[in-house]
Nanobody
Framework: QVQLVESGGGLVQAGGSLKLSCAAS????????MQWYRQAPGKQRALVAS???????YYADSVKGRFTISRDNAKNTVYLQMNSLKPEDTAVYYC???????????????WGQGTQVTVSS
């Protein structure tokens, strides 16, 4: 059983900053990648940022230069630092972790519960 607990969402004015956290716990042998998705009202869930176990990162074009993804392997935690926030960033943000529960198991994914980010103009 793997649990992802997200925190850090809230209400912020345009131009402000927020930092999201996602901590994984449970039966975790290793984590291959940690990702952030977001889903705005009436829209599909979309990938925002990703970081692999090797440290390589990916960002959606809409957040490049404003968001930074990082991880703390000792804490099994991924962060999303969001700067220069815009109203279009308003969404529920979800953490997704690709992990293994044992040495010889295959990769599997787990979702966080989501945290609301609202950016006012």
């Amino acid at each position: 059983q793997v649990q992802l607990v997200e925190s850090g969402g809230g209400l912020v004015q345009a131009g402000g900053s927020l930092k999201l956290s996602c901590a994984a716990s449970g039966s975790i042998f290793s984590i291959n990648a940690m990702q952030w998705y977001r889903q705005a009202p009436g829209k599909q869930r979309a990938l925002v940022a990703s970081i692999t176990s090797g440290g390589s990162t990916y960002y959606a074009d809409s957040v490049k230069g404003r968001f930074t993804i990082s991880r703390d392997n000792a804490k099994n935690t991924v962060y999303l630092q969001m700067n220069s926030l815009k109203p279009e960033d308003t969404a529920v943000y979800y953490c997704y972790v690709v992990l293994r529960t044992s040495y010889d198991s295959s990769d599997r994914g787990s979702w966080g519960q989501g945290t609301q980010v609202t950016v006012s103009s």
